[in-house]
């Protein structure tokens, strides 16, 4: 049995945990417009775990808008810092962002 210290300490348990917690439908981040019903929830809460909100004062995702080279880059170093090997998808969407790099992690867990 461990202890909620061991577990936020030790970042695969952590992550482990989010991901168990994400699949019960229950939210790690605050996205106005990603609930558990959503078909991405998973997908697009645990990219954000790893890269922070698209903007500081936003609590909306936007899946369906184009990623920029900037947003991709950023987002693509924060994921490949954790994960190694990942290469960010072909221009898109969040949302597809967001599967790649759901696609990528599954991999490792």
């Known amino acids: 049995s461990l202890h909620p210290a061991q577990v936020w300490s030790n970042k695969l348990l ?15 981040n605050w996205l106005t417009d990603i609930p558990p019903s959503h078909p991405d929830f998973i997908d697009i809460h645990f990219l954000v775990l790893l890269v922070g909100p698209p903007a500081d004062d936003e609590l909306a995702f ?28 072909a221009p898109g969407t969040r949302r597809d962002f967001a599967w790649a790099v759901g696609q990528h992690v599954e991999i490792f867990l």
Do not use: H, N
């Open 14 to 28: 952590r992550r482990c945990f989010q991901i168990q917690c994400l699949k019960r439908g229950i939210p790690c």
């Open 62 to 89: 936007d899946p369906d808008v184009a990623m920029t080279p900037e947003l991709s880059a950023r987002w693509t170093a924060a994921v490949a810092s954790e994960y190694q090997g990942f290469v960010a998808p």
